[in-house]
């Protein structure tokens, strides 16, 4: 009863607070240069936890940006999550994230301007293709946020990693970058409609430089990746 109370509760402010933002958001594309732009996204993200009853806090500081492109590869949890890493990566990155979110009014369209690519799981064609563009981008300089199980989880455990991710790394040669990501799944599951107020915390993971893993099968660096995402998550 008291989730179910709360969130009847935090779920109107949290829409308001979207819709607000995302207007702010789809303006300043226009204005802004993408590679400025993380530096009114990050207060956003941070409020976009808070105004969901979530507290956001790092335990450790993000890698320093040297101009590289970076792969951030996190464990997938709850709606949160991309908030929780764009609320403190400190330059503009991209993203890999599943072709429904952008059939949400509004919201899908501020998303394709601003540059995240659509990815469609079930079609083995289109997810490549996707993936291609995201290649083109790592090329171009720009970091990517992709989800290795390429869905959130149902139980709060890892799931099983896509092969997508690490084909990526490969052909790009792009630092990896593990994040872990604590309390989301406690504050939202998929499953269930409800919010539970709370404390979600990121760790960022020492980078994996394409030196460590050029020589790793697709299932090596998997492997890695995950272990390495494993030893951040504390809950």
Known sequence: MYKTIISLVIWPFWFLYTMIVLSLIFSLLFVIPRKYFYLVLRPFC?????????????ENVPPLFSNEPYIYMFNHASMFDQFMI?????????AVAAVEIFKYPFWGYVCK??????????????????????????????????????TRTTTGELGLFKKGPFHLAKKSGATI???????????????????????????FGKPIMQIEYSKMSIEELSDLVKSRIEELIIE
């Not at 941070?46 to 790092?58: A, E, N, T």
């Not at 659509?118 to 989800?147: C, E, H």
């Not at 872990?180 to 760790?203: E, H, N, V």
């Open 177 to 203: 970058i593990p994040v872990g990501l604590s309390g989301g799944f406690k504050a939202k599951k998929k499953t269930d409609w409800r919010l539970r107020p709370g404390i979600l915390i990121i760790k």
């Open 86 to 94: 764009g609320a403190y990566v400190t330059h503009y990155i991209s």
């Open 113 to 150: 301007k601003y540059g995240i690519i659509p990815i469609m799981r079930t079609k083995i064609r289109q997810a490549l293709n996707s993936l291609s563009i995201a290649q083109d981008k790592i090329s171009s300089g720009v970091s990517i946020l992709i989800a290795p199980e390429g």
């Open 46 to 58: 941070w409020l976009w936890c808070l105004f969901g009853g979530q507290y956001l806090k790092k």
